[in-house]
């Protein structure tokens, strides 16, 4: 997701859940640091604004959801507080602060949305024909498998110990995500059609040695076959999608 540098939005107290209290945009434009987008959709772009969190709180980042359709004068508060947000044509999609998957379909209110998932961490992946793949936490500490949500229904893809995250999708029912199922953090390929998984980086290592390759951390995007992505402090790496080579 790309860093807005210059948008025109005031935070001020706020109520979660209701649309006259969350942040209202100013006509000034000005540097916003850490507004991210979540991508444009029909009704346009969804635009998130930090909200307030406790300075010693360890909880996942939210922003207050927005869209803004032609400009800043047109910038709209969607009553919404939302750690990830993703909008395509089967309606707007939202992980909540409390970790759920939602989805409001139409011009609903967003009061009425479906429940997809619970216990989500990070990201979704969205598939073009509606699926959604998450990563949910388990039963265990560090434990946490993918789950696919298609019409309506949730079934595991995942189920080894330890933790399976960051889905990401890179083709027509193919994903890649991060898995410490070998002890090690390695990105792991998942094909949803034949549930054939294996692993792309760091095969046969137990320790992280001068051959390991870090795990992405953000930025993750598919270029010309390679997967290319940052693993912290500004660290980029490529990796063949098919070989795992760096």
Not at 11 to 38: M, Q, Y
Not at 177 to 182: M, N
């Amino acid at each position: 997701m790309r860093r807005w540098s210059a948008l025109a939005l005031v935070l001020l107290a706020c109520g979660e859940g209701d649309p006259d209290a969350s942040p209202k945009p100013t006509s000034k434009v000005e540097s916003a640091p850490g507004v991210v987008s979540f991508g444009p959709g029909d009704a346009g772009e969804l635009i998130g604004v930090p909200a307030p969190v406790l300075a010693e709180s360890d909880a996942p980042a939210s922003y207050w959801l927005y869209r803004e359709s032609a400009g800043i004068a047109e910038t709209r508060a969607l009553g919404l507080s939302v750690r990830h947000a993703h909008q395509d044509a089967y309606g707007l999609t939202w992980v909540s602060e409390d970790g759920q998957l939602q989805r409001q379909r139409g011009g609903g209110a967003w009061r009425n949305a479906e429940t997809l998932a619970t216990h989500v961490l990070g990201n979704p992946a969205y598939f073009a024909d509606g699926r959604v793949v998450v990563s949910r936490t388990g039963p265990e500490p560090g434990e946490s498998d993918l789950y696919l949500w298609d019409r309506g229904h949730l079934r595991a893809l995942t189920t080894a110990p330890g933790p399976d995250e960051m889905p990401y999708v890179v083709g027509r029912g193919q994903l890649v995500f991060v898995s410490g199922r070998t002890g090690i953090a390695s990105l792991w390929h998942l094909d949803l059609d034949s549930g054939q998984q294996r692993q792309l980086t760091n095969r046969g290592l137990r320790r992280v040695d001068r051959r390991f390759i870090p795990p992405p951390v953000r930025d993750l995007r598919v270029r010309d076959g390679e997967l290319d992505y940052d693993a912290g402090d500004g660290a980029r790496y490529r990796v063949d999608l098919r070989s795992g080579a760096p």
